[in-house]
């Protein structure tokens, strides 16, 4: 029976072996035409601080090479529709020919701001967005873990006045900043200051579905309205850390900041399927290039917990 | 006045002409010859006195003549016509037996004679029987009457190793297939290579496709009437067959002569035989890491039929089936400072069962028919992920296992009360209700993370509320017939459905008229309106199996879809038939996934995560041609189709074309029967090929912003190369096509009859695309570039199967035959 049994086998194998040799991958080359390159402009500005625009090149699908950056684009910065400079290129990275176009002005909340970037092949490329202002909130600390309860869930409130002036988008986020201690070669500890910004906080007025560790929401339902909203979060507490302080930050985003940020937010895929996958063109405010110029203005309170 | 004094004197001689004579019961019953089943809808027919009867659900048949010789036409779908001479003295019950037109008939497309029931009579109707199936091309040895579906007009299948059938442009989750009235959730086994059906445990396969009987409800595209075999009521027969990938054993015979039946059949896959070594061999040197696959199915069908009299029979049938599939692999990486070991085990298994009981009486005119049927299918992927950190050079070991279990499931309950109700060869009623009720378990995940002791440190269990949805509908079906020209049927559901607190109704009205200018040919057209309350979420390029059923509720509407068809057939005597179809179907509330969703995650309502709010047309032509007699048989099909999706949330709300929109569908069968033992097919298959979406171009930006103080500089976060994409489904790959070759050497011995089956699938070895996906390469300059690379996996696949039939008692000799 067993020597029929491994005949079987030798039979089998052998007949998979000859079909796995004979079957076949082949490159698909496709006929359709790609896209033509164009700007890439990649853009976060923040109130009190200078303008930092990074544009690259796009490539086609094919092209799996370097990200080209491009140094030879004339940026014109606007504010409210009026000519404010036009910007210097700083190199920051010489290898890789990483480097931005730097303002000297600093920017100012409640203003429009306009770039518009010519290239000498590429053409011209333009963004606009709005730069809000830094929200006004109080916050308090409901609930936290502590060195009795270490895996004790938190909970927080904040309060703030929506203005009524605009539509306005917001996201809130949870960090700690910690002094964590690292044992050398000699035995000695010292402290190194360590930041985790992956806390997840999710709240009824704001659903997080993806557990993204930011929760994203609009006006919609509390427009010119004092708002208080409870966050639950999962805190963290450990009695090896010297320090330890818990951030909330709390931003008043640019419409485009909002829409690209939360278009490419997924929930976690646990590769049971392939919806995660879905070809999907991300929408911005980029005329005639890709990529983003968004904005945010933030405000924070800090608990220090240890 | 002239006409009324007509109608009265023809009035009294009919009358006069009726008291002249006797008149007796003509009753009986039809059976297949060789298994004993019973034939329902058979017909009688004596031309000469254009006298029609036809056999209920049952095989029964009782009329009422005249004493005097008749000569009956005895024919049905399938089976040879016979002929048979009666002279009607007394009260006469006859026992009639059909032998199945081995020869012939492979593939019956309705011929839409006149003189069929309200039930079986309607346009596009296909009647596949498992005998036809036995002569077609073998795959890996196993022949499957899935794989013979698809040779029929107006269906195809999606991509080599796709899962469900495609019929008019719909999705496979629109097509209802029954089991002896149970509707089966899982279909296929692993990427579809092989359906759940044995070959032993089907009589035959309805599948309609234009005018759906108002008895069957719930989806928008075709019904899969499948009947169990019941077993032979005569005499004991069993055989057991051996393939490349799996075994087989079949016993089926009476329990009580001409009473009580029953039909047993098992299968099992023994390819993890074979796969396992052979891929943890493969996996080794394609990877370098250990890693292994193993594949496994079972099937176990059975069904009992018994006749308690003349008017009440109760059958039974049962079927159960599982896949299971396992992926396992080691990681281990050595860095100076560490040795990690990750190892997933990822486990996956799906698994079928329904079970129907059926009553069926009768009582006067009326053939009533009860069914309780329960259907249960569940999905369960569970993942196994361990971490081995090994600290150098201190050796400190740490382990941390996550177990991740997830399950998703659908239940189902039904009862239905089907009535025939034969007002006289004119009129036809069929009527009755459905209700079934419906549980729904979307999702629930179990996570939890272990220590290097093997305690449980964090645990968490997440599920979606159950949804329970009550369909109910009450239907009716009338036939008028008139002379042998023209037939009239109209039918109306009033379909009502229930799921959280919602209710939905639909009046879904059908009709269709048929006219037969000449013997032999029929035009006709028909349109119907139907509605579908449950939707399957799968892809069919992703895992090994992820098929989610879930529920129409308040936030996600039933599919509805408007159908409108019309068509030409001629049927030769001489075996010759050739058909023509077109019809153009309007679909509304499809569904899809939202961009990034993943059904079987954690924490997320799953109805936030589809988009329900598509529109879908469907239009095209089907063209089939029949020869069906003599030892030459042949069959070919062509469909031309255009099928389209619009979601106001995909393609920038553009109509874009479906997936599956494949323009042009061509099959052809050719069987040749040489002597006694010899016979041979040849079948061919041709298919534009599937839709993708193709890149245009890609850039570096930022992902998302994680580091909030230096969130003000670009592409110091998370940087990630983002695509652009054309319009979706914009390319259209490689058609698919392959020509597969069977013979099949027949030996009988006394009792006992092997048959040995050689099969090539894809004689000319074509690359017919499995799946696509992105490699990166480098060109001769040394440049990094990406690729698409298409995956075969079905090259030329030579089989042998080898079977063994037994019957301990001959058949009986063919009934009087002229």
Redesign the interface.
Known sequence: MRCIQNY??IF??G???A??I???????K?T?S??P??Q?I?????PD?SL???I??????????S?EFLNDCKVDLYENNIFLETMRYKLKDTLSG?G?YVSTYKLKPAKLYKIISEHPTLGIASAEEFLPSRPLFTANLLQHADSINPTRSGKFSITFSDSSQFKNYYFI?V?YKILKPIVDTLGDTTYKVD?N?NIVSVSNDAPN??????TFFTDDNFEGQTKTMIFDFNSLYNTTYKSIEM?I?FSNIGYNFYSW?T??????????????D?????VSNIKNG???FSS?S?SFVTFKLR | MKNVYFLCLLLISVTLHGYGQNRFILKGKITEQKSSAVIAYANLFDSIQNIYAATDSNGHFEIQLNEGKYSFEISSVGYQTIFKEINLIKNTELKIELKQDIQLDEIVVSSDKINKTAQNNSSGMTTLSSMSVERLPAFLGEKDIMKAVLLTPGIQSGQEGARGIFVRGGSPDQNLVLFHHAPIYNVAHIYNFLSVFTLESISKMDIHKSYIPVQFGGRLSAVLDIEPNFGNTDSWKGDYSISFITQKFHIEGPIKKNKTSFNFSIRDCHAGLFLYPLSKKQYKSASGNEGSIAYYFFDMNSAIKHQVNEKNTFSWSFYVGQDFYNFTELKVTNTTKKTEKRSTDKRLKWMNAVNTLEWNTKFKKLNISNFYNFSWYQLNPKQYLGLEQIKQPSGDKTNTSTDYFTKSRIMEHGWQTNIEHTINKMHLLNYGFKISDRNFLINKVNYTVRDTLGNVVDEKEFKNPTVNAIDFYVYADYLFTWKDKLELKGGLQLFTYTASKKAFFYALPRAEIIYHPIVGMSMRASAGYSVQPLHLLTNNTGDIQNDVWVPATKNIAPETAWQVSGGVQYDHPKGYSASIDGYYKKMDHLTDYKFGTTFLSDRIPWETQMINTGKGEAYGLEVFFAKTKGQFTAWCKYNLGWSTRQFPELNQGKPFFYKYDRRHDVSFVLQYKLKKHFDFSIAWTYGTGWRMTTPTSSYASDLTIVSYDQANIPLVGTQAMITNWNERNNYILPAYHHLDIGMNYTKDAKRVQHILNVSVYNVYNNFNIFTVYQDGDTDINGNKYKKYVKLSIFPILPSIGYSVKFQLKKDKNQPTEK
């Open positions: 079987r086998f089998y194998s007949i998979l072996l079909f796995s004979i079957s076949c991958q082949k490159e698909i496709f359709s790609y896209a390159i164009k890439v990649n853009c976060n500005f923040t601080n930092n625009v990074n690259s090149k796009s490539k086609t699908p094919n092209d799996f090479n990200v990483l931005w986020g960090y930041y910004f579905p993806a557990n993204f560790n930011r951030i930050e940020t278009q490419q937010i997924k929930p976690p895929s646990n590769n049971l399927n392939e919806g995660a879905e070809p999907f063109n991300l890709y990529g983003h945010f933030s």
